[in-house]
């Protein structure tokens, strides 16, 4: 693996790139860097504010003020996210900041800006970041691509065991409206839709467990 390398992981909610990402970096010793949570907490903190998340041009200013970092706590490799000097990462997953993320997420300032930020983390190399406009739009220059699918009902699964372990209960159908919603949203948004980069090795997660994942991840960064 070259030094100061970076690897982006992309794909839609409930492929586990947020798990596999995680579980990489712990074992490559690299800073995880979740941008999905950069843009909950842009959105957390436009409804705490007041601002109407249909504001664009409202939404646009706010999110040129915020500065993000992250913390990371070793051994395990939990990476915090602050913002403005407030820890924000308990917040993210509230029900109204999921139903509204992906409305906010597709602004232009907004994901202007964000970009601007997350490509401040990887300057020096050394990061997993997974999101869905990693590997076409914030790091198009990583050494190592990856983008994750998986057949919907597995990805369903996959999110519902992700909210019950938050303590939050959706039914079945409610779900699969939101992630549905959120898929559309994320392939025909206008901006850095998602779709994978051309040269990024596409993962078909269905079958595989995350320690699968992220082995074969890591013979393709190591080259074996």
């Known amino acids: 693996m070259p030094p100061g390398f970076n690897i982006a992981i992309d794909g839609p909610a409930g492929s586990g790139k947020s798990t596999v990402a995680r579980k990489l970096a ?3 010793g690299l800073l995880y860097v979740d941008t999905g949570a950069m843009y909950r907490a842009v959105t957390y903190l436009v409804l705490k504010s007041g601002i109407d998340p249909a504001d664009e041009s409202a939404v646009t200013a706010f999110t040129q003020g915020l500065r993000f970092s992250l913390v990371r706590f070793l051994p395990k490799g939990v990476v915090d996210l602050w913002c403005n000097g407030e820890e ?5 997953r509230e029900p109204e900041v999921s139903r509204r993320v992906a409305e906010i997420a597709a602004l232009r300032g ?3 800006h964000l970009v601007r930020c997350q490509r401040l983390f990887a300057r020096k190399g050394g990061v997993v970041m997974e999101g869905r406009d990693i ?5 198009p220059d990583s050494e190592y691509k990856f983008f ?3 057949a919907p009902d597995v990805r369903l699964a996959r999110r519902e065991k992700e909210l019950l372990a938050d303590g939050r209960h ?3 159908e409610e779900l699969r409206r939101e992630m549905n919603y959120r898929d559309e949203m994320d392939l025909k948004r206008e901006i850095a839709p998602l779709k994978p980069a051309s040269d990024a090795v596409v993962i078909d997660c269905t079958s595989l467990t995350v320690e699968e994942v992220v082995a074969k991840m890591l013979r393709i960064c190591r080259g074996v």
Not at 135 to 139: A, R
Request: glycine residues 4%; positive net charge; charged residues 20%.
């Open 135 to 139: 590997g076409t739009v914030v790091l």
């Open 148 to 150: 994750l699918t998986a």
């Open 88 to 92: 924000v990462t308990p917040y993210l």
């Open 170 to 172: 959706f039914t079945k």
């Open 26 to 28: 712990q074992k490559l």
């Open 110 to 112: 907004v994901r202007e």
